[in-house]
């Protein structure tokens, strides 16, 4: 079952901010929204995760809404090597049977020159 | 952040032959490891949990005989596929989970499978 509903795919230009949304409505009190993303035949990355508070790291800002059922994945100076598809998953943050993460379909990101 | 090895990148090998794939987390103990496939234009789609020094929890419809999976040491987990078949032919895909700090998920680059 999909915990995450993003949008299949969106643009942007290269050096303005790409805003990738991601809903999850279901989300529980002790999951982490985490991003990957995966660019052609390579390996996920690790982007961002957070909790509840805004997070922000040489990579990506997320803004996660107070009551946590949506958030927002800013690339704040997009480049053509940001495209990539992007997974938004909800996770407990610790070890356990439901601390795996499951991937979505993800939204491609395309950067246009 | 860490480094996740795998090894071969890229395989092809002919049906009913088995193939391993390494996985190794280079700066971080990991004492779980996971192994996704991901076939074209599909998501990543988690085959097993491999947990160091027990067996693996495979998910529902993995065949644990035919993805044989040992996790040997807290750095390094492999991947059996046994008696290849040309439906096997997929993007495998490691990750390893750094036991300190938050228990982050770091993926390996992959190794593309073709089962001629």
């Known amino acids: 079952d999909a915990k995450t509903t993003q949008p299949t795919s969106m643009d942007c230009a290269e050096g303005r901010a790409a805003n990738l949304p991601c809903n999850h409505s279901?989300?529980?009190?002790?999951?982490?929204v985490y991003w990957y993303r995966q660019i052609h035949s390579q390996g996920p990355q690790y982007i961002i995760h957070?909790?509840?508070n805004n997070e922000t790291n040489e990579m990506a800002s997320l803004i996660i809404t107070e009551d946590r059922k949506s958030s927002t994945l800013i690339l704040p100076h997009a480049t053509l090597r940001d495209t990539a598809v992007y997974y938004c998953i909800v996770r407990v943050g610790r070890t356990g049977a439901n601390s795996k993460l499951t991937f979505g379909k993800g939204i491609t990101l395309s950067v246009r020159p | 952040g860490a480094v996740v090895s795998q090894h071969p990148s890229r395989v092809i090998c002919k049906s009913g032959t088995s193939v391993k794939i390494e996985c190794r987390s280079l700066?971080?103990?990991?004492?779980?490891m996971f192994w996704y496939r991901q076939f074209p234009k599909q998501s990543l789609m988690l085959m097993a949990t491999?947990?160091?020094?027990?067996?693996?929890?495979?998910e529902q419809g993995v065949e644990k005989d035919k993805f044989l999976i040992n996790h040997a040491s807290l750095t390094l987990s492999t991947l059996t596929v046994t008696s290849a078949h040309p439906e096997d032919s997929s993007f495998y895909i490691c990750s390893a989970r750094d036991s300190s700090g938050e228990n982050e998920q770091f993926f390996g680059p992959g190794t593309r499978l073709t089962v001629l």
């Open positions: 491999s947990n160091e020094g027990s067996k693996a929890t495979y």
């Open positions: 700066d971080f103990q990991a004492t779980t």
């Open positions: 957070g909790l509840k």
């Open positions: 279901t989300i529980s009190g002790n999951e982490y």
